[in-house]
């Protein structure tokens, strides 16, 4: 929901990061691979106790991963490759978090699996209906909003990463609002594919 209805506001942000990174001749691949880097980081900080670092480290990444897209834009180098590498590390730094969360907190191992069975589910919807759809926008696919964007998730992660005694309750609030979105993608496709 942030995603779709706050961008026009971080987009300056975005631009000069982009603008940034085309001047020290860098690819929009290239800082897909940095974005991911930085989230594997993150969870590695996590692992040692260093939540804080490793929460504004994990915003650094989701910053990147929105400047790469703008980079590709602003350079006309959109490609098929580099949308199945942004995806791709999005749930790799996603996952790192969940199994060092997972390595962590024990009592919470069953919740870890509900949320990805709930990510799971999401994201399959998302990315058959962007393969299937005719439509297109920004991205170079058809991009479903809903109540569990990349920020909302990147807050729920942030909670999650921070907050010990909450850990169960937040998991599974996490899961329920990407659940919530799983049936308003699937809803949709529902409309837009008939």
Partial sequence: ?????????????????????????????????????????????????QNIIAVLI??????????????ARKTNSSSSFGTV?????DRIVEIGIIIVTGIKFVDVRFNL???LSCILLSMVIFLTVGAVSEKSGIKSFYYQAGVAERSEGFIMFSIMMLSKTYLGIVINIFAFIILITALQRMIEARKILK
């Fill in 85 to 89: 590498l942004d995806i791709t590390s």
């Fill in 58 to 71: 994990l915003w650094l990444s989701g910053y990147l991963d929105a400047v790469d897209g703008a980079i």
């Fill in 1 to 49: 929901m942030l995603d779709t209805h706050a961008r026009k506001y971080v987009n300056p942000f975005i631009e000069k990061g982009a603008n940034f990174f085309i001047k020290l001749k860098l690819s929009a691949d290239s800082v897909t691979i940095l974005a991911l880097l930085l989230g594997i980081f993150a969870s590695i900080l996590l692992y040692f106790n």
């Fill in 113 to 115: 699996m509900i949320l």
